[in-house]
């Protein structure tokens, strides 16, 4: 199987939500089935139903997550040396061209990435089109809303 990039923070918030899963949401799930079965008859017991499809929903995430960090390749750019590059996990400080409104992004792995948070995914068009790009270099990015011009003004491994 493919190897999934992450961030360290990225895959810690992997394991805290595996964690969380394994040790508090499966307890919860099946002490609702065992009373929802108290409540006799399962054909028409809503309750028990309800709660089987949420221990079918948390198992699966809980292989998803597994399987995730067992093909996870985490990357801590804190420790490599900074020579101007955007990679993945750094952040990259841009001008737009047109409107001089200046974003910073970090360029994370699929499961992180919150443009609200500007994360964003290293599957995305502005980060495939940042990978491999450096300081004062310019960028045309092709965005669901045209194409985007951008300066890069400044890339840090933080």
Known sequence: MKQIPMTVRGAEQLREELDFLKNVRRPQIIDAIAEAREHGDLKENAEYHAAREQQGFCEGRIQEIE?????AQIIDVTKMTNNGKVIFGATVELVNVDTDEEVTYRIVGDDEANIKEGLISVNSPIARGLVGKEVDD???ITTPGGKVEF???GVEYI
Not at 67 to 71: E, I, Q, R, V
């Open 67 to 71: 399987g995730k960090l067992g093909n």
């Open 151 to 153: 300066d890069i003004v």
């Open 138 to 140: 310019s960028v045309s």
